[in-house]
Each structure stands twice: as structure tokens, then as C-alpha cells.
């Protein structure tokens, strides 16, 4: 496609299982970012990715959350063992590059809205 | 996390009035950026600035990146309908590593016909 892509679109899970979100950047696009958007809040940095490698991981909230791109284009956000505070739209980006004006604009996906009970 | 300081939360507006918005940070920036989101969907790139008092247009849209580097405007003149929407100002940085996006908590405009 187009544009970012994201699935699911609505998880709903219950508190203390396992969850996985994908992200299908825009092709050819080397950078890839999470962010997680709370109600009423501005989208919250979680992890970016150049490549295959995390190049930044501080926003990640604690050890329950990690992801991957192991093939340098698609990204799972996975979390474990939900709490409900983790109930929140995941929002991936990505950028045809992090290291040059032009290509550093961030293009969003249209998020996933997790619902943990 | 940190977040940039916009308010009001909400604006009310007549169709075909302009409007301003400002985005101030305790924290230098190196690019400011502003992000329009609807409903459901993922934020949308309006304006991007990168140099301390840069001043750029996009359509009805006017951005200024503040002289300081640690605050930013967005104007919108003549309103329409579809301008109804969440505006969230951005800061980034530098790139690379430091490439993240720092978001305010976005003022909602709703725009009366």
C-alpha cells in the first residue's frame, strides 16, 4: 500500500495475556518509530528503529513491552503480561531516512487501539 | 514523558475566521513541526519548520519556528469546515538517534458554519 499500515486495528484483551501489534512501514522507508497515544494526550515516544536495530529504546515504559523488525521493513510491538493501563492507540511512523531534512518526515499510520479489560 | 505546552485545549470558531495556535517548550528544538489528526487516523504532517525564525505558508496554513527555538505558532485563516480537527505541535531534536518526535497534547478546533 500507500501508505503505513497497521493491524490490528482494535485488539481488545484481557489483563495479563500477551499481545502483538504489527506495523508495515512504506517501502523503502529505513526508519521506523512507535509512539503510544493516550485519550486527551499527544502521541509518546516508545522506540525507533534504522533498520533492523533499535537505535533508540528510552521510551519504552518498562520490561513488558519490546519489538522487532528483524528484516529491516515490518515492526512488532509486543507487550506482555497487560495491565490496564496500557489500554492506548499505538501509533507507528516511519521516515525514508533519520539523517537528512528531506527525508526525515514522520508518516503515520492510522494506529491501534488497544482495549485491555 | 515530556510533552509541549499547548492551551487551550479547545477553541471554538466561526467558519471563515482565522486562528492561531501556539506551542511553547522549557526545551530547545532544532525542528518544530505541526501535525493535524482526525478521528481514527494517525497524524497528519501540515508544516514543518527548521530554522529558528522561519516563517512558511502551506495553502491557508502559516507556521513560525520562534526565534528562541523553544516555541512555535501555527495560523489558519479563512476556516472551513474541514478544518475541524486535533493540532498537535511536534519538536524534534536533531537526527538519527535523537530523531524521536516530542508532542504537545494538541488543541481540538471545531469550527461553527
Request: with cysteine; proline share 5%.
Amino acid at each position: 500500500g500507500a501508505g503505513v499500515s497497521q493491524t490490528p486495528s482494535n485488539k481488545v484483551t484481557e489483563k495479563g495475556k500477551y499481545v502483538e501489534l504489527r506495523c508495515d512501514p512504506i517501502s523503502g522507508h529505513t526508519a521506523l518509530y512507535w509512539y503510544r497515544q493516550s485519550l486527551g494526550q499527544g502521541p509518546e515516544f516508545l522506540i525507533y528503529f534504522q533498520g533492523t536495530g533499535a537505535a533508540d529504546d528510552s521510551g519504552l515504559p518498562n520490561d513488558r513491552f519490546f519489538a522487532v523488525r528483524p528484516e529491516g521493513s515490518v515492526s512488532t510491538l509486543k507487550i506482555q503480561r497487560t495491565e490496564r493501563g496500557d489500554s492506548a492507540v499505538y501509533l507507528c511512523a516511519s521516515s525514508l531516512t533519520s539523517d537528512g531534512r528531506a527525508g526525515e518526515t514522520q508518516y503515520f499510520g492510522p494506529g491501534t487501539r488497544l482495549l485491555v479489560l | 514523558g515530556q510533552q509541549l505546552n499547548q492551551s487551550p485545549q479547545s477553541m471554538f470558531i466561526q467558519e471563515g475566521e482565522d486562528v492561531s495556535m501556539n506551542c511553547t517548550s522549557s526545551s530547545i528544538f532544532n525542528t518544530w513541526l505541526w501535525y493535524k489528526q482526525d478521528p481514527g487516523e494517525g497524524p497528519v504532517l501540515l508544516i514543518a519548520l527548521y530554522k529558528a525564525g522561519e516563517l512558511t505558508s502551506n495553502g491557508r496554513l502559516t507556521a513560525q519556528f520562534g526565534i528562541t527555538r523553544k516555541d512555535s505558532f501555527l495560523n489558519i485563516s479563512a476556516s472551513i469546515p474541514s478544518d475541524v480537527g486535533i493540532y498537535f505541535c511536534a519538536g524534534q531534536t536533531s537526527t538519527g538517534a535523537n530523531s524521536k518526535l516530542t508532542f504537545g497534547k494538541g488543541i481540538t478546533l471545531s469550527v461553527r458554519p
